[in-house]
């Protein structure tokens, strides 16, 4: 499959920027109530967009490395007791109300500390949660997205179907709810 990388990345990062610009109120009412931007781009290219956002976008951009995250994550409970947890409970401990120290609440407390130092917050590597049992869905309806004073920005690796569907790996459909799609 070819890459159109070069003919459409300008296209994609234009329409990111005018979303930025846009006025909170407006980005959520076009959002469904949400604060978030699902910026969509082919897998193949994922390198390319990812170095392409950052020279964009870090004067104003944090980013958060999903896949560094989760090393984060299981370090935080040392990988004995995380073992122990996953063995036992599974999934739950990535979203589970059971649990106090999700996953979900980890990626959600970060996003916080980027909003709390008054720049962008912005989710790349997001193909890794993939079988976790959650979705961006899960953090971009967290109060700390919803309420905050900047856009929530989500990277997103998947195909667009010509139904408008966005699929990751061909099978899950992402969320357009409480997020402003570019595709």
Request: glycine residues 4%.
């Given at each position: 499959?070819?890459?159109?990388?070069?003919?459409?990345?300008?296209?994609?990062?234009?329409?990111?920027?005018?979303?930025?610009?846009?006025?909170?109120?407006?980005?959520?009412?076009?959002?469904?109530?949400?604060?978030?931007?699902?910026?969509?781009?082919?897998?193949?290219?994922e390198?390319?967009?990812l170095?392409?956002?950052?020279?964009?976008?870090?004067?104003?951009?944090?980013?958060?490395?999903?896949?560094?995250?989760?090393?984060?994550?299981?370090?935080?409970?040392?990988?004995?007791?995380?073992?122990?947890?996953?063995?036992?409970?599974?999934?739950?401990?990535?979203?589970?109300?059971?649990?106090?120290?999700?996953?979900?609440?980890?990626?959600?407390?970060?996003?916080?500390?980027?909003?709390?130092?008054?720049?962008?917050?912005?989710?790349?590597?997001?193909?890794?949660?993939?079988?976790?049992?959650?979705?961006?869905?899960?953090?971009?309806?967290?109060?700390?997205?919803?309420?905050?004073?900047?856009?929530?920005?989500?990277?997103?690796?998947?195909?667009?179907?010509?139904?408008?569907?966005?699929?990751?790996?061909g099978?899950?459909?992402?969320?357009?709810?409480?997020?402003v799609?570019?595709?």
């Amino acid at each position: 499959m070819t890459s159109n990388y070069s003919t459409e990345h300008n296209r994609l990062f234009e329409s990111l920027d005018l979303a930025l610009k846009r006025d909170l109120s407006q980005l959520s009412t076009e959002a469904n109530g949400g604060r978030s931007i699902l910026f969509v781009y082919p897998p193949a290219d994922e390198d390319k967009y990812l170095t392409e956002a950052k020279t964009r976008l870090s004067e104003r951009c944090t980013f958060l490395d999903l896949r560094k995250l989760f090393t984060e994550f299981v370090d935080s409970y040392g990988l004995e007791k995380f073992c122990e947890f996953y063995n036992q409970d599974g999934t739950d401990i990535f979203k589970s109300e059971d649990y106090d120290d999700t996953f979900v609440s980890f990626i959600v407390k970060k996003i916080k500390g980027v909003i709390d130092s008054k720049r962008i917050p912005a989710l790349i590597r997001t193909g890794s949660i993939y079988g976790m049992d959650f979705s961006n869905i899960d953090y971009m309806e967290s109060p700390v997205v919803m309420h905050s004073s900047y856009p929530l920005i989500v990277f997103y690796p998947a195909a667009v179907k010509s139904d408008g569907n966005i699929l990751f790996l061909g099978r899950q459909v992402a969320s357009k709810y409480r997020c402003v799609v570019i595709k």
